[in-house]
């Protein structure tokens, strides 16, 4: 008859098991940063206002386009336009008509960013948002952190076996911590070396104020990880004994 092996969550005294936490927290500079624009429009004719609107957000979308590849992604999100009602008076009448558009946009290249955002602020009935510093998912420094909470654990399960004067036998267990319910990384990652450049092409833009100068935000990238690990049986003595 096949017997069902026992589990023994805390080891035995011929497999005594230790368990550690290993953390990592690493301090990088932002690979990458996200702008907010939101491009706006008013009228008392629904549309002109929609055609100034599109304008105006044509004028921004070249503007960005103008910086090639230091920008990385260029997006429209929400689209509207609205009606503004009379606040007196019998009945409902429009007073004007309001329209917005809200593009996001990534850049990598910070000396850039600091140029681009100055000069869309300049645009008119134009408000920028940010920059929001991040990491990409896949930035090598989430599996350095990774890494270094790993070896943090081996080595505190050591140093708690020495202190035993003996050894680890066996990795019995690793796990993230809250591996059930883990939490996607945001956007990030080490920053490579900033490049500045002069970017023609662009359309007749007003007089250029002076560039933003930004200073990019330091990310704080944070691992934890579980481990067990079975020891070779000490020898304890009692204290005292000869």
Same mark, same amino acid.
């Given at each position: ?31 990458? $940063? ?12 629904? +549309?002109? %206002?929609?055609? =100034? !609107? /599109? *304008? ?48 996001? $946009? ?12 100055? +000069?869309? %602020?300049?645009? =008119? !009935? /134009? *408000? ?115």
């Amino acid at each position: 008859m096949e017997t069902t092996p026992t589990h023994t969550p805390y080891g035995t005294p011929d497999a005594p098991r230790v368990a550690v936490r290993g953390e990592a927290r690493l301090e990088v500079d932002p690979e990458i $940063a996200r702008i907010g624009i939101t491009v706006s429009a008013r009228g008392t004719d629904r +549309r002109e %206002a929609l055609a =100034d !609107l /599109t *304008r105006r957000n044509a004028a921004a979308l070249d503007l960005v386009k103008t910086y090639g590849e230091a920008v990385e992604k260029l997006e429209t999100g929400a689209f509207s336009i609205s009606p503004q009602l009379t606040k007196h008076g019998r009945g409902e009448k429009i007073r004007a008509y309001h329209g917005r558009v809200h593009i996001t $946009a990534e850049l990598a290249d910070f000396t850039a960013l600091g140029e681009l955002t100055t +000069r869309l %602020a300049d645009l =008119d !009935l /134009t *408000r920028v948002e940010g920059p929001w510093w991040a990491l990409r998912p896949d930035s090598p420094v989430h599996r350095r952190a990774r890494q270094q909470a790993v070896r943090e654990a081996v080595q505190r399960a050591r140093e708690y076996a020495e202190a035993l004067g003996t050894g680890l036998a066996a990795l019995v267990e690793l796990a993230d911590i809250g591996a059930e319910n883990t939490p996607a990384y945001g956007y990030g990652g080490p920053a490579g070396g900033m490049r500045s450049a002069a970017y023609a092409g662009a359309p007749d833009f007003a007089e250029d104020a002076p560039p933003l100068d930004l200073e990019p935000q330091r990310q704080h990238v944070y691992a934890q990880v579980n481990a067990r690990f079975t020891m070779t049986p000490p020898e304890l003595r009692a204290s005292g004994a000869r």
